[in-house]
């Protein structure tokens, strides 16, 4: 898909560890999907990703760890 950016590249899929910090505490989530711009870097992630990425981000900062990190696709809960 061309980039409505810059006009230059194409969009294409990549996998990219989101991070959020709140109070001391520090919640990594990684291998989120989103498309990428190879010409200008713009980057999309679609709202149904950005929703469970929100909720990711709010659940291991809701938790007891200082640094909490999860992967995108699974539920399981990884506290560094
Ligand atoms: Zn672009």
Redesign the pocket.
């Known amino acids: 898909m061309r ?1 409505e ?5 194409d969009r294409r899929p990549v996998k990219q560890a989101k991070l959020a910090e709140r109070d001391g505490k520090v919640a990594v989530v990684l291998e989120v999907p989103m498309e990428e ?1 190879q ?4 980057r999309w992630l679609p709202w149904d990703f950005a929703r469970r990425l929100d909720e990711l981000l709010t659940a291991i900062l809701a938790s007891d760890v200082e640094v909490g990190t999860r992967h995108f696709g699974t539920h399981d809960a990884s506290a560094a």
């Open positions: 980039c950016h810059c006009d230059q590249g711009c010409a200008c870097g713009e």
